[in-house]
């Protein structure tokens, strides 16, 4: 069964630090992957999407894939309280749905 | 915003009646998707739409069906609700662009009494 891995947290990190938020994934046909943020009662929205390896980055955002080994992460520098949120992480093959992990939960203290 | 309207946003209803969930987009697109969100279990696929009377089954399509009989509309119907379809329900359109990114609609909250 194909399945996104995440550590459900909370992580806490104070303002300003880098926080890391990691996922494993099962499926190697996986092509893409995405990082989506959710605040508590709201819907999922989408911080960034990566589907070659290596870095990729969008302000204080970077996303980083590694298809050897399967994992995926998201640098989120500089943290603010507002960055507080469940973080979903999520894989594709072409054509299918996407499979989300259960999401991790960061706080950021100030 | 990705053009999504889901309806209704909130519902209570008893246990063992029919509940319709609608999902109204504005943008064409041809892929839609309704997702449940549940603690413990994060969001987990019910049915997909391809195209007009295209559907197909997910991870949890069990007490669910769906209707897909224009372009703009994605219907959800539980036929006879039951306590453990409380949850939350989210429609998603696939952009053809985006890296086929999906996104979410605001959210329908569901209980079943």
């Known amino acids: 069964q194909k399945e996104v891995e995440q550590n459900s947290g909370p992580l806490s990190v104070p303002e300003g630090a880098i926080a890391s938020l990691n996922c494993t994934y099962s499926d190697r046909g996986s092509q893409s992957f995405f990082w989506y943020r959710q605040y508590s009662g709201k819907s999922p929205e989408l911080i960034m999407f990566?589907?070659?390896?290596g870095d990729k980055e969008d302000g204080r955002f970077t996303a980083q894939l590694n298809k050897a080994s399967q994992y995926v992460s998201l640098l989120i520098r500089d943290s603010q309280p507002s960055d507080s949120a469940t973080y979903l992480c999520?894989?594709?093959?072409?054509?299918?749905?996407?499979?989300f992990g259960k999401g991790t939960t960061l706080s950021v203290s100030s | 915003d990705a053009g999504i309207t889901q309806s209704p946003r909130h519902k209570v209803t008893e246990t063992g009646t029919p509940v319709t969930l609608r999902c109204h987009q504005t943008e064409n697109h041809r892929y839609m998707y309704w997702y449940r969100q549940d603690p413990g279990h994060g969001l987990r696929l019910i049915h997909y739409?391809?195209?007009?009377?295209?559907?197909d089954k997910g991870e949890v399509s069990d007490g669910y069906s769906v209707s897909r009989s224009k372009t703009e509309d994605f219907l959800l119907t539980l036929e006879s609700a039951t306590s453990s379809q409380t949850s939350v329900y989210f429609c998603a359109i696939k952009s053809g662009t985006d890296g086929n990114t999906i996104y979410f609609g605001e959210g329908s909250w569901l209980t079943v009494v």
């Open positions: 990566i589907y070659s390896n």
């Open positions: 999520a894989s594709n093959q072409a054509g299918t749905a996407l499979i």
């Open positions: 739409s391809y195209g007009v009377k295209d559907t």
